[in-house]
């Protein structure tokens, strides 16, 4: 087996000093072949694939956060190559849905104990998003979070609270198979999955490989119920709140009244006042922990 670690330095603030030593040590181990490429400053997708063609591997793994697994995964989708998730960004979404959690250790025993698994991958405004998108009041606390040198949850909640205060509403003419919706709302998330990293969870029916994805509308809500609404979340019970709406699909359009900033897999798109999203339906394989027996 030849595996290529495609490493982001910058990720996070989980990536430890001895990693390499780490994949060394498990190489050694499990004898298999491994190459690892840094990411360059700035990234260069050509040079990426150049190297994925060259050294032809059968495994890709990629260490980082939520952004450099879309980075890899916008690269290799609609490809029968796999992608590991060796988790190391500061809050590591996908691989919690994973049920990969934040171990290194555990990430690469997948090398050889884990089982392949063919996912959906959404399309939003011709970019690729793999677990959560959104506008509105998380996607401005992430900008927040990506203009902070710091990294982690704590900053992350930091931000959350700053917003909280800043509640911006906007309004959306949301067309979803034909059918138009006009609302008001403080955020719409375009979920893949269910979860962030935090473990908050935002769409408690999303699977990542139903052929469907979830429009998750949350409504205008006294600032009083803050506290309840991020009890849903971490409870699992968000869909019960009665300012939040649920709406799974296929593909939509959304126009907004103001332009609002765009986050895809914790990475700023910018803002945008049109939205046009559909699932492309198994286009992605990972190596994922085995299931488990009931």
């Not at 060796?86 to 590591?92: E, V």
């Amino acid at each position: 087996m030849k595996v290529l670690f495609v490493v982001n330095t910058k990720s996070g603030s989980r990536l430890e000093d001895n990693l390499k030593t780490i994949i060394q040590s498990d190489a050694e181990n499990k004898n298999y072949e491994y190459q690892i490429y840094d990411l360059p400053d700035p990234i260069l997708e050509k040079e990426i694939l150049k190297k994925i063609n060259l050294y032809k591997p059968d495994v890709l793994a990629a260490a980082g956060g939520d952004g450099t697994i879309n980075l890899i995964a916008s690269l290799i989708h609609k490809t029968p190559l796999p992608l590991l998730i060796i988790p190391t960004g500061s809050a590591n979404g996908m691989a919690s849905e994973l049920k990969i959690g934040n171990k290194i250790d555990y990430a690469l025993s997948l090398l050889t104990d884990g089982v392949e698994q063919h996912i959906d991958v959404l399309k939003i405004n011709n970019k690729i998003c793999i677990h959560l998108a959104d506008v509105g009041l998380n996607a401005r606390i992430v900008k927040r979070f990506e203009e902070d040198p710091e990294r982690g949850i704590w900053i992350y909640a930091k931000y959350l609270f700053r917003e909280v205060f800043l509640i911006k509403k906007n309004k959306f003419i949301i067309t979803i198979d034909g059918k138009k919706i006009k609302l008001h709302a403080v955020s719409l998330t375009f979920a893949n999955a269910s979860k962030y990293g935090t473990g908050a969870v935002i769409n408690p029916i999303g699977k990542i490989d139903d052929g469907k994805f979830e429009l998750v509308v949350v409504k205008p809500f006294p600032r009083i119920k803050l506290l309840s609404i991020a009890w849903k979340m971490f409870t699992n019970n968000l869909h019960t709140s009665e300012y939040v709406q649920v709406y799974s699909c296929s593909k939509l359009h959304i126009h907004a009244s103001k332009s609002t900033t765009l986050q895809i897999d914790g990475e700023i798109i910018g803002k945008v006042r049109e939205i046009q999203a559909e699932i492309i339906s198994s286009c992605l394989t990972l190596l994922v922990p085995p299931p488990v027996a009931e």
